[in-house]
């Protein structure tokens, strides 16, 4: 069946924000490749050995850093918000909706700042950090390898409210989810190219059980579930699921970056909400890019490599604005 949908008031409000950000701080061209080439030449390859230890007993934390990067990047630009600790001046973005008891990896984080500052101190951004993170966790995860460009510096605040509008929600109508990607700089190939990152790591029942029961005006499922995937989601999130309870995203290949996210949604086997409607939304412009990357992994790979630079490119401080933490949970003065 397919999907149509309208944009909600309160993601205008949110997507009118984040615009007036945007247009303060437009796409950076001063983020460079060589940006520690001389300050701290080793960071890429300390990042990427503390998450391969990391990966030694938690299989997840590669697809929760890389989620800590795009949630990060949605709400005031790439600038490491999304890192801050609540404090009596700071509504950490930690409690709202989209990462509250969801966001995670936040102590690989901490290591690998700690095992940064022990080589390089005050030099490297939480932000950074957070962008070398992405890419060392898609790479070790069978994923490709791309340049990434630094030279970000941290926020001093985080933004509680625009965390709550402008990351974009399992629940999402097709309307929405474009236009919280178009707002920022990013357009329909970013969104299903970002959208691929499903490809690995879980979710709890609270983010797809409304798909299950009662979705529909006659109190029934979604309709673009398969009918094994809505059994096995039924079977392990009932109407009063356990809140503890997660699933994979990908139930073909849960630990692995690959393209069989897109295979997924061709088989109505998408989890998210968001997801499946970037294939069976009629008529939509993202259905021939899911059936490409479905098509030919190494298309999606190199598509992959663009669409995170572009995120990476939101907003980001530079020069004189914002600060290096030196702890990435909370600003140098307080």
Not at 48 to 56: D, G
Not at 64 to 76: A, E, I, K, M, T
Not at 268 to 295: K, M, W
Request: aromatic letters at 10%; a neutral charge.
């Amino acid at each position: 069946m397919a999907r149509s949908s309208t944009i909600s008031s309160p993601t205008v409000v949110a997507l009118f924000a984040a615009a007036l950000l945007f247009l303060l701080h437009p796409l950076n061209a001063e983020l460079t490749a060589d940006f520690y080439a001389k300050t701290c030449p080793d960071v890429s390859s300390i990042v990427q050995t503390v998450i391969h230890e990391a990966l030694q007993y938690d299989p997840r934390i590669t697809a929760s850093l890389l989620r800590l990067h795009f949630h990060d990047c949605f709400v005031q630009g790439c600038d490491g918000s999304v890192l801050l600790d609540n404090s009596p001046t700071i509504k950490s973005e930690k409690d709202a909706a989209p990462n509250f008891n969801s966001a995670r990896g936040f102590g690989v984080v901490d290591k690998i700042k700690a095992a940064i500052e022990s080589t390089c101190p005050e030099t490297v951004s939480c932000a950074d950090i957070l962008a070398l993170a992405a890419n060392a966790s898609v790479y070790l995860s069978g994923g490709p390898y791309w340049t990434v460009l630094l030279g970000r510096r941290d926020s001093l605040t985080a933004n509680q409210g625009l965390a709550n509008v402008s990351i974009p929600s399992p629940f999402d109508s097709y309307a929405n989810l474009t236009s919280k990607f178009y707002v920022l700089g990013l357009d329909i190939t970013d969104l299903v190219t970002l959208s691929g990152a499903h490809t690995f790591g879980r979710a709890h029942c609270k983010s797809f059980t409304p798909r299950l029961y009662n979705f529909t005006k006659n109190g029934g499922p979604d309709p673009t579930l398969s009918p094994w995937y809505l059994t096995a989601l039924q079977k392990l999130c009932p109407s009063n699921f356990n809140p503890k309870v997660i699933t994979d995203l990908d139930p073909t290949t849960p630990n692995l970056f690959d393209n069989h996210y897109y295979s997924n949604l061709q088989k109505n086997d998408g989890l998210f909400e968001t997801d499946q409607e970037l294939y069976s939304t009629a008529g939509a412009a993202t259905v021939p890019i899911v059936n490409s990357f479905s098509a030919d992994q190494s298309a999606f790979f190199k598509s992959f490599t663009r669409s995170i630079v572009n995120m990476g490119n939101i907003s980001p401080l530079t020069g004189s604005n914002g600060e290096i933490r030196c702890n990435c949970r909370k600003v140098n003065k307080s």
